[in-house]
């Protein structure tokens, strides 16, 4: 069965940490991985991930697959409680890009 | 005005009432999506539309019925609903079926 394991499920941290989220799937025909940042209540979009050992960068987020170890990470540096959110992990299943298969989500807490 | 939005953002219905969620994408996108999002719980993808046709229902109870008038509007109608159906109710846009998804800020709705 697909599955997509987020680690951990919840971290506090105070500004100015980096702080590591981990992502791992099991999906057969993997075509990417999809990071999404949600906070209050809509995901927004965050990085699109297709080929291993390629950095996507945004600002203090970063975020890099490896398709060999089947798991991907999404780095935050110099942490601020605007990053306080839940960061969610998606990966659309086998021959149906319609359906993710999604995370339970880390739960960031920054504090100041 | 652009992105998703959905209306209302928050409802408390009982278990006799009909209701409507609406969604509203300004993206120009030709696929729709309905999720559920419950406490402790994945992303549960309920129902897709592409180009205003559905093209995916997951075993969704018949108490909501989706209904997608043009490519831009989404309804998810409710009606008889439990209380274990309250959850915040996100819609989301693509240009495609394939495409990165992205979400509206969700309806909460509770269910007494």
Known sequence: ????????????????????????????????????KQEKKAPTFLFMLTSSGIEKKSGRLSSILDKKELFSILNITATQTGDSAVYLCAVPNA???????WGL???LAVNP | ?????????????????????????????NAMYWYKQ??????????????EERVENN?????????CPNSSHLFLHLHTLQPEDSALYLCASSTT????????????LTVL
């Not at chain 1, 989220?21 to 075509?31: A, D, G, I, K, P």
């Not at chain 1, 021959?95 to 298969?101: E, P, Q, S």
């Not at chain 2, 993808?45 to 592409?50: D, G, R």
């Not at chain 2, 079926?97 to 909460?108: I, K, L, M, S």
Request: hydrophobic content about 30%; aromatic content about 8%.
């Open chain 1, 1 to 36: 069965e697909d599955k997509v394991v987020q680690s951990p499920l919840s971290l506090v941290v105070h500004e100015g940490d980096t702080v590591t989220l981990n992502c791992s799937y099991e999906v057969t025909n993997f075509r990417s991985l999809l990071w999404y």
């Open chain 1, 95 to 101: 021959g149906n890009n319609r359906k993710l298969i």
């Open chain 1, 105 to 107: 989500g880390t739960s």
């Open chain 2, 1 to 29: 005005e652009t992105g998703v939005t959905q209306t209302p953002r928050h409802l408390v219905m009982g278990m006799t009432n009909k209701k409507s969620l609406k969604c509203e994408q300004h993206l120009g996108h």
């Open chain 2, 38 to 51: 419950s406490a402790k719980k994945p992303l549960e993808l309920m129902f897709v539309y592409s180009l």
């Open chain 2, 59 to 67: 075993s969704v109870p018949s108490r909501f019925s989706p209904e």
């Open chain 2, 97 to 108: 079926v394939t495409d990165t998804q992205y979400f509206g800020p969700g309806t909460r």
